[in-house]
């Protein structure tokens, strides 16, 4: 194997490499599953798929208007179904949830 092609197969594998570390990265970006309010955790923070069934006399903060989409931990884009919540580690939410941890946006 001459110089020349030695230093391409090194650049080449460290291309080859990146491409998997990113192409890896967005699988896992891609696996994060929907929260379910019968997930424990998202149980012991009163989520709600729909925020109009909150517990109002156990969540007595809640306060109409607020959901997923109002919340600074939100990410999803106006018109998605669902987006990631940065507080149940990038678990998809819809905008219409809700739970006790919620952070108004602009606050
Ligand atoms: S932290 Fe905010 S975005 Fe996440 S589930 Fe609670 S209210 Fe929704």
Do not use: H
Request: charged content about 25%; some cysteine.
């Amino acid at each position: 194997m001459s110089v020349c092609n030695r230093r391409q197969f090194i650049v080449r594998v460290g291309v080859g490499a990146s491409a998997l570390a990113l192409a890896r990265l967005g699988v896992a970006e891609e696996a994060k599953p929907a929260l379910t309010e019968d997930d424990a955790y998202a149980k012991s923070m009163g989520f709600k798929l729909d925020a109009s069934q909150v517990d109002r006399a156990k969540f007595t903060k809640f306060e109409e208007g607020q959901s997923c989409s109002t919340c600074q931990l939100y990410s999803g884009a106006e018109g998605d179904p669902l987006g990631p919540c940065s507080f149940f580690g990038g678990r998809l939410v819809p905008p219409t949830g809700w739970c006790r941890n919620f952070k108004p946006k602009n606050a």
